[in-house]
C-alpha cells in the first residue's frame, strides 16, 4: 500500500521496485498479473506500472488505457502522468498485461509507481497476489457485457448485446466464435469475421441478433469459443439487467416523505389545513402545471384499480376555503404502457365534474384496459385561473390476487360436543385483515365449533377477499393415547395437503390416504418418530371426501379431508 495509516503525500512520486528477473530463455513475451485497489483524485493524481530492461538504466510505461484486463483507465495529461490508473477502482481487481520486449532480456526491472499532485490526496493504491508467467498462446477472456438499453427502465423489444473480451495470449486471433445466452436458454452464436484481435488487445463485440429486453429480469452469459484455448476457466462473463416494473399493490400516503423512485415538480407537506402529509403544489401564474410521475408499477391484473384523493382549497385562507375550478383547470391522471413514450389519458376532474370541498375527495378508475402490461402513471395539473393549492394523498393501485393462499388449522370436535376450533391463515394479501365467519365471528381463530362444514371470508386492507371452507372432524384422539396432535392443512385443499402429527412419546407411525370405498389411494413409509410431516398431492384425484388414517403402534385414528377445485 502507499501508506497503511493515511493518504499518499501531496506532491508524491514514489516507486515500489522489484527484483532484478532473467526472462532470456523465454521466446514469449512474459504476463504480469497481479491484484490492484485505488482511490486517487481523478483526473489528477494515478498509479502506473514500468518496465526496464537494462536494470533500471532505462524506464518505459507498461500498457496504454484499452489494453490488457483492468488496465489503465485515464490519460492524466494535467500533471503529465500520462495512461494511468485513476479515480476508484471499486474494490479489488485483477489486472493484467504482456511484458512487451521483456522476452530474451537477462536484467528486467518492474516498477508500480504513484504520482499526485500538491492539492487533494486520497487512500491511494494498494497491490497484491503477483505472478509473472509465460503466457497461453491462444487465450481470449471474456470480462464486461452491456446491452444497449440497460439504463432504460423498461428495457427494449429489439436491445443488443455488447460483449467485451480480451486476447490475454500470445497470438493474434481472427475468425473465431462468441456466444450470448439469456437465462440458461439456448446460445446464441456468432462469427467475429475477418476482425483479427492482437495479444492485450480489448475488443469489443456487438451481437446482430438482437433480443427483447422489456418487463423482465435477464441473467445475460457471453462466452469466447476459440480452438485450442488455453485457459477455458476466464472465457465467461455474467451479467444480470432488470427491467421488471415495481411491484403491485402500490399505496403511497406519504407520510415517509417523498417516495423513491417517483418525480414531481411538487413538495410533501402537512400545511396548509392538512391532518395529515400530502404531495402539493401552489398553482397561480407562476405555477400553471403541476406533474407528478409514479414509479412504474405491474403487472396489471383483473379487478385492479387506481384510487387517489385530492383537492383543491384556495392559498388565502391557508387551505380552509375550497376552489371553485374556473376555465380550463384541471386535474388529469394519464397512463403509459411504453414506459413513457405516449400517455393516454384515463381521468379528468374539472369544474364539470368537481364539487368544491376542504375535504379530500377519492377517486378510482379501472385498470381493466391495462391488463397484463405495466403502467406508468402520471398525474397533471393545469392551471387557468386563481390561487390555489393542489393537494395528492393516498395514491394505490390495489390488486387482488385471484387465491389468497387461504388455509385453516383445526382441532376437532369430540363426538356430541362443540369444542373444535379452526384458525386461518392468509399467504396472499395486504395486511391487516378482516374475518366473518358464517358463525357471526369475525375473529381468526374461532373456537367452540361441532362437527360440520363451515366458511370464513378473509377481506384484506385493500378491499380484496376470498373465500375458505373449513371442516371440522369428529375428534378420536383418545384412541391413541398421547396423541397431542393431528392436523390437516389446508382442509379442503385444491390438491397439495400436509399432514401434521405429534405424540408425547416415540412410536411406529404411518399414514393411510384412503377414498369412501375404503380404497388405499397411498401410504407413507412407517418410521419410528414423535413428530411427523408428510405432504399429500390429490393434484391427479377427483374432488371429494377422502379419509386420513393415523396409526400408532397399531391403533389408528382417522380424519377426514376435502378435495375441491
Known amino acids: 500500500m502507499t501508506n497503511l495509516d493515511g493518504p499518499y503525500a501531496p506532491g508524491e512520486l514514489s516507486y515500489l521496485n522489484s527484483p532484478c528477473f532473467d526472462f532470456s530463455d523465454l521466446s514469449n513475451d512474459p504476463v504480469i498479473e497481479f491484484s490492484l485497489i485505488y482511490v486517487t483524485e481523478f483526473d489528477y493524481d494515478g498509479g502506473f506500472l514500468e518496465m526496464s530492461v537494462d536494470d533500471g538504466g532505462n524506464w518505459v510505461r507498461v500498457g496504454a488505457i484499452g489494453e490488457g484486463l483492468n488496465w489503465y483507465n485515464f490519460d492524466n495529461e494535467n500533471t503529465d502522468l500520462g495512461h494511468v490508473w485513476s479515480g476508484e477502482s471499486g474494490g479489488w481487481v485483477t489486472a493484467r498485461h504482456r511484458l512487451p520486449g521483456a522476452a530474451g532480456k537477462a536484467s528486467v526491472r518492474l516498477r508500480f509507481g504513484i504520482g499526485a499532485d500538491a492539492f487533494v490526496h486520497l487512500d491511494g493504491m494498494g497491490i497484491d497476489d503477483v505472478r509473472v508467467f509465460e503466457p497461453a498462446e491462444k487465450d481470449l477472456a471474456g470480462f464486461d457485457i452491456q446491452t444497449e438499453a440497460e439504463n432504460d427502465d423498461c428495457g427494449k423489444i429489439d436491445d ?19 456466444s450470448y445466452a439469456l437465462n440458461g436458454a439456448a446460445a446464441v452464436t456468432e462469427n467475429v469475421g475477418a476482425v483479427t484481435v492482437q495479444p492485450d488487445e480489448v475488443f469489443e463485440y456487438i451481437f446482430t ?19 485450442g484455448d488455453g485457459d477455458l476457466t476466464n472465457d465467461t462473463a455474467t451479467y444480470v439487467i432488470d427491467h421488471l416494473p415495481g411491484p403491485v399493490p402500490v399505496f403511497e400516503d406519504f407520510e415517509a416523505g417523498f417516495p423513491a423512485g417517483w418525480s414531481s415538480n411538487g413538495s410533501v407537506t402537512s400545511g396548509h389545513n392538512n ?4 404531495l402539493f403544489l401552489r398553482m397561480n401564474n407562476s405555477n400553471q402545471t403541476f406533474t407528478t410521475d409514479m414509479a412504474r408499477a405491474g403487472f396489471i391484473s383483473p379487478g385492479d384499480s387506481l384510487r387517489f384523493d385530492y383537492r383543491f382549497v384556495n392559498f388565502a385562507g391557508g387551505g380552509t376555503v375550497a376552489t371553485t375550478l374556473g376555465g380550463n383547470t384541471r386535474l388529469e391522471v394519464l397512463i403509459s ?9 384515463a381521468y379528468i376532474i374539472n369544474s364539470a365534474n368537481h364539487t368544491p370541498s376542504v375535504a379530500l375527495q377519492t377517486a378510482a378508475i379501472d385498470l ?12 397533471r395539473g393545469v392551471w387557468s385561473a386563481g390561487d390555489f393549492y393542489l393537494d395528492l394523498d393516498n395514491i394505490n393501485i390495489r390488486a387482488c390476487a385471484p387465491d389468497m393462499q387461504l388455509s385453516a388449522e383445526t ?11 379452526a384458525t386461518v391463515s392468509v399467504g396472499l394479501g395486504n395486511p391487516p385483515y378482516r374475518y366473518a365467519w358464517n358463525t357471526g365471528d369475525s375473529t381468526q381463530t374461532v373456537t367452540g365449533l361441532t362437527t360440520g362444514a363451515f366458511t370464513v371470508t378473509v377481506t384484506d386492507d385493500f378491499g380484496c377477499s376470498d373465500v375458505l371452507n373449513v371442516f371440522i372432524g369428529n375428534s378420536s384422539a383418545n384412541e391413541i393415547p398421547g396423541l397431542t396432535r393431528f392436523a390437516l392443512q389446508p382442509n379442503p385443499t385444491n390438491g397439495m395437503a400436509t399432514v401434521l402429527v405429534a405424540l408425547d412419546y416415540f412410536a411406529d407411525v404411518q399414514v393411510h390416504l384412503l377414498d369412501l370405498t375404503g380404497r388405499l389411494v397411498w401410504s407413507s413409509a412407517e418410521v419410528r418418530s414423535d413428530n411427523l ?8 384425484h377427483p374432488d371429494g371426501l377422502y379419509l386420513i388414517r393415523l396409526t400408532a403402534d397399531g391403533r389408528s385414528v382417522t380424519r377426514k379431508l376435502v378435495k375441491n377445485q
Do not use: H
Open 411 to 421: 382441532v376437532p370436535a369430540d363426538p356430541g360436543q362443540a369444542n373444535g376450533s
Open 275 to 278: 391532518a395529515s402529509q400530502v
Open 209 to 227: 441478433t438482437p433480443f427483447d429486453s422489456r418487463d423482465g429480469v435477464f441473467e445475460i452469459k457471453c462466452w469466447t469459443k476459440l480452438a
Open 160 to 178: 443488443t448485446v455488447l460483449f467485451r473480451f480480451v486476447n490475454l495470449g500470445a497470438q493474434p486471433q481472427t475468425l473465431f466464435e462468441l
Open 533 to 540: 410431516s408428510e405432504t399429500l398431492d390429490l393434484s391427479n
Open 368 to 379: 381493466m384496459p391495462y391488463i397484463g402490461l405495466s403502467v406508468l402513471v402520471r398525474f
Open 337 to 345: 404502457t411504453d414506459c413513457g413514450e405516449n400517455f393516454q389519458t
